[in-house]
């Protein structure tokens, strides 16, 4: 796919990711990554499904402050397309709950996040 088709492709499915994050977070979510990494020169948009993920230190992230977790909506692969940083324990426990009831599955594997 050219760098161009998949860009558009992914941006559009960040957004989409990204609106429903925002309906659970109360407008917090954030762009992430719109292409996934293939360490070629093959372009591929993030994938279309929505997996989510939450991370802290013990996932061997160095957070910039103590205030909870980050939330990441990814693909199958990790990549991140959404997050929601500052999510509280509390907070998690609720959207974890939403999560279930959307039939949105947990993420278990590395997160790709930005830089």
Not at 36 to 44: F, L
Not at 91 to 111: H, R
């Amino acid at each position: 796919m050219q760098y161009f088709q998949a860009l558009k492709l992914g941006q559009k499915r960040v957004a989409e990711a990204r609106e429903y994050l925002n309906k659970l977070t109360d407008g917090r979510a954030m762009p992430a990554l719109a292409l996934s990494d293939t360490k070629s020169n093959v372009w591929q948009p993030v994938g279309e499904e929505n997996l989510y993920a939450f991370v802290d230190e013990s996932a061997g992230f160095v957070l910039t402050d103590n205030s909870g977790y980050i939330l990441a909506l990814v693909d199958k692969t990790g990549a991140s397309k959404t997050i929601v940083q500052g999510v509280t324990q509390q907070q998690k426990e609720k959207l974890e709950k939403a999560f279930k009831e959307d039939n949105i599955s947990k993420f278990e594997g590395k997160v790709i996040l930005p830089v």
